[in-house]
C-alpha cells in the first residue's frame, strides 16, 4: 500500500499535528508514506523529517493550475494507491490529480464542513462533493456534510488522538499544581470563532461574585488588541488575566492551571479539550462542534449552548469552591482519553477507512452504466 499525504500547510496547528500522528500511524503499520505540501520550511516539517517523511515540497508556482501540474508529476514518481487531502482547501488538488496517476482521492474537513464551505466562497461547493470520499473529524462535520449534499457512506469520522507519552514527557519538567487563586485556561487563535470575548466575560462575572480565579490566555491572532482592551473595560488587570502569547509549551502550561474552558461559536473536534483532558484538567466548554461528544457532561466537565456566558460562570464559580470536584473531573478525563482517544488507536481505525473507501470505489466501478 502507498498513500500520499497532500497538505497545504505544516504550520502550528490542530490539522497539522493530527497529520504527523497519520503518517506516523501509516508508517508504523507498514504502508509506504510521503508527505506533499504547498508551502515549506514550517513548524511540523521538523517532525515528519525526524521519522524519514521529509516533505516534498509541490508549491514553488503561486498558480494553482501549475501547482497541480507539479504534484501530479511528483506523484506519477511515486505511484501512490490514496492520495488523501490534510486540508479542506487541497480537496481539489486531490480530486483532480488522483484519478490521473491512477489513485483514488479522498478529501479532508477538519472544521464543522459548513464554514469551511461558507469561507471558501465560489469553491466551497466543489472542495466538499469533487472529492470521492470525504474524513472528518467530527460527527457533527459528517452531519453536517450529508445536510449539504454527501451521502453519509462517502463520509468517514476519523477523531482526532493524542500522543500521551509525548504529552506527558513534553509536560514533565513541571509539576503538578494547585492554584489560589484558580488558574482557568484558554487556548487558540484569537479570532471570532473562538469567543474569547466570552472567555473574559466569564472571567469577570466569577470574580464579581466572589470567586478566587485568574485566567491565561494563549495565543494570538487579529483580535488580540480587541481582547485586551475588553479586558481592561471589564476590570480584569494584570493579576486577573495574562495574554502568554502563542507558545510551544502547552503541555508546560497546562501542568501549571487548575481548569480549561473552551468558549468557541463553531469547531469540528478541538484538539486542545484533548490535550486537557490529557492533562488531567476539568473542562468547561460550549457544544461547539464534537466538544460535547469529548466532553462527558457532568463526568469530565460541563457543556453549555452556545454562548452560555452565565452557564459557564455558574459552573467555573462552583469547582473554584472544590478542589475535590475538580480532581474528580480531571482523573475521569485523563481516563477517556486514555481508553477512546489514544494513539494507539488511529493505525486500525485508518485501515478501516481506506478499506471502506477501496471497496467503495470497487463497487462504483463494477456499477453498470445506465442506457
Not at 500511524?25 to 510521503?34: T, W
Not at 464559580?317 to 475538580?326: K, Q, T
Request: hydrophobic fraction near 45%.
Amino acid at each position: 500500500m502507498r498513500i500520499a499525504l497532500v497538505a497545504g500547510t505544516l504550520g502550528q496547528g490542530g490539522a497539522e499535528k493530527q497529520l504527523v500522528y497519520i503518517a506516523r500511524a501509516l508508517q508504523d503499520g507498514g504502508v509506504q508514506v510521503r508527505v506533499y505540501c504547498l508551502t515549506r520550511c514550517e513548524y511540523y516539517e521538523h517532525a515528519l523529517a525526524e521519522i524519514g517523511l521529509e516533505p516534498v515540497w509541490v508549491g514553488r508556482f503561486a498558480a494553482p493550475p501549475l501547482r497541480m501540474l507539479a504534484l501530479a508529476a511528483a506523484l506519477r514518481r511515486f505511484r501512490p494507491d490514496i492520495v488523501q487531502s490534510a486540508h479542506f482547501y487541497t480537496n481539489l488538488y486531490v480530486a483532480l490529480v488522483a484519478p490521473l496517476v491512477g489513485a483514488i482521492g479522498i478529501g479532508a474537513a477538519r472544521n464543522d464542513v459548513v464554514h469551511e464551505v461558507e469561507y471558501n466562497g465560489r469553491w466551497g461547493r466543489w472542495l466538499l462533493r469533487a472529492p470521492s470520499a470525504l474524513i472528518v473529524n467530527s460527527y457533527a462535520a459528517r452531519d453536517n456534510a450529508e445536510a449539504l449534499g454527501r451521502t453519509r457512506d462517502a463520509v468517514h469520522v476519523l477523531p482526532n488522538v493524542i500522543d500521551l507519552a509525548a504529552f506527558d514527557a513534553a509536560g514533565q519538567p513541571t509539576p503538578r499544581r494547585t492554584n489560589d487563586p484558580l488558574v482557568v485556561m484558554g487556548v487558540g487563535t484569537f479570532v471570532r470563532q473562538k469567543r474569547f470575548d466570552i472567555f473574559l466575560r466569564v472571567l469577570a462575572a466569577a470574580r464579581a461574585q466572589g470567586a478566587s480565579v485568574r485566567g491565561v490566555l494563549a495565543g494570538d491572532g487579529p483580535e488580540r488588541a480587541a481582547l485586551e482592551n475588553l479586558a481592561a473595560s471589564l476590570g480584569l488587570g494584570s493579576d486577573a488575566i495574562a495574554f502568554v502569547g502563542r507558545r510551544n509549551d502547552i503541555p508546560v502550561l497546562m501542568r501549571t492551571a487548575d481548569v480549561f474552558m473552551l468558549t468557541s461559536d463553531h469547531e469540528g473536534f478541538p484538539n486542545v479539550v484533548l490535550e486537557a483532558m490529557a492533562a488531567s484538567l476539568p473542562v468547561l466548554c460550549t457544544a461547539a462542534g464534537d466538544a460535547r461528544v469529548i466532553v462527558d457532561q457532568g463526568a469530565t466537565g460541563y457543556v453549555t449552548v452556545l454562548g452560555d456566558a452565565t452557564g459557564l460562570t455558574e459552573h467555573l464559580v462552583a469547582l473554584s469552591r472544590s478542589v475535590d470536584e475538580r480532581r474528580r473531573l480531571g482523573e475521569a478525563g485523563r481516563r477517556r482519553v486514555e481508553t477512546e482517544y489514544a494513539y494507539a488507536s488511529l493505525a486500525a481505525r485508518l485501515a478501516v477507512i481506506h478499506g471502506a473507501v477501496e471497496r467503495a470505489q470497487d463497487r462504483n466501478a463494477r456499477a453498470p452504466i445506465p442506457v
